[in-house]
């Protein structure tokens, strides 16, 4: 049954209007939630990171020393899997540096940078126990 082509038929017979225009309050909720997203993957993969990489430097046996290694192996393991979890939600920046490289390559706009950025505030506050906030 074809339509126009501004319309799109999807496998249950539902029909979606393509051209939407960009005041519609629909594709605003979308790219608020998308926001959202990328703010909370970026939170929760930090503290991830912050939590599991600083256990992984505990010695749990205090008459056996850890290996050299041990540190960079389990911050390897937590990186890659907050990137598998994260990346296909925010890319999996968890660094700034890495987002300030994005935004001057053009891969990221100025207001997703700060959005990438700002979960680290915080996060900082909470790694340092709160001594300097």
């Known amino acids: 049954m074809p339509g126009p082509p501004s319309t ?3 496998a249950n ?4 209007n393509t051209d939407m225009p960009s005041h519609h309050p629909r594709r605003w909720s979308h ?3 998308q926001i959202v997203e990328v703010f909370l993957a970026e939170t929760v993969g930090t ?3 912050l939590f599991f990489g600083c256990m992984g430097q505990v010695n749990f046996l205090p008459d056996i020393d850890p290996h050299p290694l041990q540190g960079a192996v389990v911050f390897a393991v ?3 899997t907050i990137i ?3 990346g296909h ?3 999996a920046h968890l660094n700034p540096a890495v987002t300030i490289a994005f935004l001057m390559l053009g891969q990221v706009t100025a207001p997703m940078a700060l959005v990438y950025v700002s979960p680290r505030c915080p996060e900082r ?3 340092t126990d709160c001594s300097g906030c």
């Not at 017979?13 to 979606?16: E, Q």
């Open 47 to 49: 503290g991830m990171l």
């Open 84 to 86: 598998q979890i994260f």
């Open 78 to 80: 937590v990186v890659a």
């Open 31 to 33: 790219l608020v939630w």
């Open 8 to 10: 799109v038929y999807s």
């Open 125 to 127: 506050c909470w790694a």
């Open 13 to 16: 017979g539902d029909t979606k």
């Open 89 to 91: 939600i925010s890319n």
